[in-house]
């Protein structure tokens, strides 16, 4: 599995040279290290690293498309993001990643959504599910509800069980 990280402003002039490097290291984007398994993001230019990890990646320094297909596992520490699917695509012109393919996005908090599509707006913090087909999306979010009771209602007391019945004694004629 390769990974996908920002890893300093020189790598990425030395590997995309200067016109991709600016824009994926001022918005805290991702650059493409194939023989660096376990590099560790570096955060001195004010961008906040994103770590993707795939079966395989890709990326156009024309269209500034990053693609990474096969188990994609994403990690955004800023913000408290975890997700998977089959493929993802960040988009550095527009500052945002479309997840495809069986989507699990987790958030700090337990926030979670699953979906066949996810698009994340990253400079508005913002999902947007899609379903598969004729499938629903879903979604569980953790809230703060302070007049909820703590603890799930208790059901009342079952009369207890009787396997042996009590039987009147026959009257005869």
């Known amino acids: 599995m390769k990974k996908l990280s920002i890893y300093g402003l020189n790598v990425l002039k030395n590997r995309w040279g200067m016109g991709m490097a ?5 918005a805290g ?3 493409f290290l194939p023989q660096l398994p376990d590099a560790r993001a570096q955060t001195s230019g004010g ?4 770590v993707v990890r795939s079966d395989r990646q890709e990326a156009n320094q024309v269209t500034g498309v990053v693609t990474a297909v096969g188990n994609v596992q994403i ?3 800023a913000r408290q993001i975890n997700a998977t699917s089959a493929q993802a695509q960040y988009f550095s012109q527009e500052n945002r990643i479309v ?3 069986n989507v699990y996005v987790q958030r700090g908090g337990g926030d979670s959504i699953r979906a066949e599509t996810v698009t994340y707006l990253i400079d508005e913090q913002r999902f947007i599910a899609e379903p598969q087909g004729n499938r629903q999306v ?3 979010y953790i809230i703060s509800d302070p007049e ?3 603890q799930p209602p208790v059901a009342p007391a079952a009369p207890a069980y009787n396997p042996k019945p009590a039987f009147k004694t026959p009257v005869s004629n």
């Open 148 to 150: 909820a009771p703590t």
């Open 138 to 140: 879903e979604s569980t």
């Open 22 to 26: 600016l824009p994926l290291a001022a």
């Open 47 to 50: 961008g906040r690293p994103i």
């Open 99 to 101: 997840l495809m393919g």
């Open 29 to 31: 984007a991702i650059a």
């Open 75 to 77: 990690n955004y520490p």
